[in-house]
């Protein structure tokens, strides 16, 4: 299969959305989708069009908006939102603010082939200055793609990337409901620790563990980084990415370390509430409260007890401007103490869910390098 370089101006009129109606009053529950720059990301972790804002289209005519049809092909093209390489094709006709570039396929059949294109050629090459990410029509305009000249063979190497992508959505979909399905299980087995509707007994943190907050070795010092002790910080819970950095013996004597199946929750800036546990020994910042559990509380159980009480780690840190829950506060949290019997049998089923999901997130690493070699033998001409 022979590709040539071709502008994207050869394949799809490229367009700008309009600017955004300032007034509430201007949106409404019906009409058509308003698509924003920071829709993108939602809309390609499942969100539907319908859950944006709707214009009806005389309150779209009064704010300059045209409506671009199915098949549009959207990326962002200034703020930092450009940065991020989201690239999305509307499933129905929308409205689409200024910030957005739109391509519209000259031929419909071309839509899903642009998609794949771009994730291939990412127009973020196009921004000139990181700083003040802004991509101009016209380069758009001239950004050369790979592309087959016949339609046909364009439409066969997108439908042959959107099968594997469908197989990656649903390997997604499924570790989605496995992360659901632990919630259900404690709940099912001890009820909402909000409301404690069991009546089991209340402890403080304080009387169920030993609870500590973390250090950062000083960077200036040699040494301290780069060894076998893995130094946690905010990102880096909640994640299933491996953790970022980590700390030579001689940094972690100057950091506060843990035992492995401490719950680690953060407790100072952005991501306060976030949890996690230490797979082992490990090492943690200070923006990171952690708490050993004593003999009452399993570690499973504790990791997810803390998980429920998110919004209260939130409210109670929201009294400043950099959001900050203090370990003594954080000691007071209380939380229910169900018997210890029935915490190991949470435990047992927790480890069946976390053996699943492993199996899954496998399964999807070896469909992303499957994706992704089919996408460079794609644009290769080797499909």
């Known amino acids: 299969m022979n590709l040539q370089a071709v502008p994207l101006s050869s394949l799809a009129e490229v367009r700008s959305g309009g600017g955004a109606p300032q007034e509430a009053t201007a ?48 990326f962002a093209k200034s703020g930092m939102s450009a940065t991020k390489g989201h ?16 391509l519209v396929p000259y031929d419909p059949g071309d839509s899903a082939f642009l998609v794949r294109a771009l994730e291939r050629f990412p127009p973020t090459v196009l921004i000139k200055d990181p700083a003040y990410p802004s991509i101009r029509l016209g380069d758009i305009e001239d950004m050369k793609v790979l592309a087959p000249h016949d339609p046909a063979e364009r439409r066969r190497i997108a439908e042959v990337l959107d099968r594997a992508e469908a197989l990656r959505a649903k390997r997604r979909a499924a570790l989605a409901q496995l992360d659901t399905l ?8 001890f009820g909402d620790p909000a409301t404690n509707p069991k009546g089991w007994p209340r402890k ?17 010092t040699a040494g301290m980084f780069d060894g076998p002790i893995p130094f946690i910080t905010p990102g880096d819970l ?10 030579t013996e001689a940094g972690a004597a100057k950091s506060v370390t843990v035992r492995p199946g401490a719950t680690l929750v953060c407790c100072i800036g952005a991501t306060i509430g976030k949890t996690g546990k230490a797979m082992v020994s490990s090492a943690f910042n200070q923006q990171i409260n952690a708490v050993e559990w004593g003999a009452e509380i399993d570690d499973s159980y504790g990791l997810a007890v803390l998980r429920f009480f998110k919004p209260t780690i939130i409210a109670w840190g929201a009294s400043t401007t950099l959001p900050i829950l203090k370990k003594s506060a954080f000691e007071r ?9 029935l915490q190991t049998e949470f435990s047992r089923r927790v480890e069946v869910v976390e053996g699943l999901t492993g199996q899954h997130r496998q399964s ?20």
Do not use: C, M, W
Not at 364 to 378: V, Y
């Open 204 to 220: 403080s943190l304080k009387e169920l563990g030993k609870v500590t907050t973390g250090g950062t070795p000083p960077s200036a």
């Open 238 to 247: 909640e994640s299933d990415a491996p953790v970022k950095r980590s700390l």
């Open 333 to 341: 949290i209380e939380v229910p103490v169900p018997p210890l019997k």
């Open 182 to 189: 632990t919630q259900a299980l404690f709940l099912d087995l």
């Open 364 to 383: 999807l690493t070896n469909l992303d390098e499957l994706f992704g070699a089919l996408q460079h033998r794609a644009f290769r001409g080797e499909l």
């Open 87 to 102: 690239i999305y094709r509307l499933r129905h006709p929308a409205y689409v603010v200024n910030h957005l570039a739109a």
């Open 27 to 74: 949106f409404t529950a019906t009409g058509h989708p308003f698509v924003r720059a920071g829709s993108l990301s939602k809309l390609l972790d499942g969100a539907s069009e319908e859950s944006l804002e709707q214009l009806e289209p005389a309150a779209a005519e009064k704010h300059g908006l045209k409506l671009f049809p199915v098949g549009t092909v959207l």
